[in-house]
Each structure stands twice: as C-alpha cells, then as structure tokens.
C-alpha cells in the first residue's frame, strides 16, 4: 500500500549538513519526497508535537533540544513508507542502531538521534497536518 509518513531532520542533523545525506538514503530506498521545508519549532510547539511523552523523564530535555534550532521536515511517500521509513532510521538509541541505519551512522546520543519517524497511519496523518498544508504536500496516488 502506498502511504505517506513524517521524517524530521532533527536540529543536530542540520547542524552537522547532515539534511542531503540523509534525505539521499530516503530517496536511495524507494521513498519519494512528497513534502518538505525548514523551520525552527518554539518551545511550546515542540512541547505540543511531542504531547504524547509529556510524562517522561526526558520530555524538557526533549523539547528544549527540537527547539534549539532549525529542522527540516519532509513528508515521504511510498509502499509500505511508515515502516520502511522506520527501518531506515534504526533503533531510538544511535548505540543500539543496527549498521547502515541513519541513527547508527549520523546521530549522536539517544536524544540527538538524527532523524523523527511517524509510529503509525494515524500518528503519520496527524504528524503531517501538523506542518502541512494539505497544498504543500504532492502525492502521488491516494
Ligand atoms: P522514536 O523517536 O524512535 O520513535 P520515542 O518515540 O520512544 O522514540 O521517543 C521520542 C524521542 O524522545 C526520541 O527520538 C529521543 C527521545 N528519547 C527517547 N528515549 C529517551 C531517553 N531515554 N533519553 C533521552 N531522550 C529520549
Ligand atoms: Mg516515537
């Protein structure tokens, strides 16, 4: 099935021109990018995107990190996007990423893990509405 998901390009990443190396290994795998763009989340838009793990242990820390500057986020579609987007960017931990996984080779630490991935089809239609316009997204199918 073809499907959409959300990748975020997290503010290490950037940081590091990090955004064409990874964005190439998408694409390299099949995914096409249907959607994207560079912005800066506040604090409390960060705060709101990551809602759902406002009772962790890492959620400040979380939050004041994806807020402390740019991140590029895309929207990528193709056959099977959500868990093959997933498997492209490896464990949450970079120390626990199997080799050849984006988080393995690019990220840094389990906060500064490189890249955001959609979970699900509902997490990835809400992840998307949440930066796009349905306008700024380009499908291909439906
Ligand atoms: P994932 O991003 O692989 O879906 P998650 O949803 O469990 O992982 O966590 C969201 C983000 O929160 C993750 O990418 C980085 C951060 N995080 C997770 N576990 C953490 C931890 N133990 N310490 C610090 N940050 C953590
Ligand atoms: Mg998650």
Redesign the pocket.
Known sequence: MTEVTLSIIKPDAVQRNLIGEILRRFESAGLKVVGGKLLRLSPERAQAF?AV?KE?P?FA??CTYMSSGPIFVSVLEGEGAIVKNREI?G??DPAKAAPGTIRKDCGTD??A?AV??S?GSETAAAEIAFFFKPEEVFRSSK
Do not use: S
């Open positions: 990551y793990h962790r890492f820390g979380l960017m464990a949450t389990v906060e893990n955001h991935g979970d």
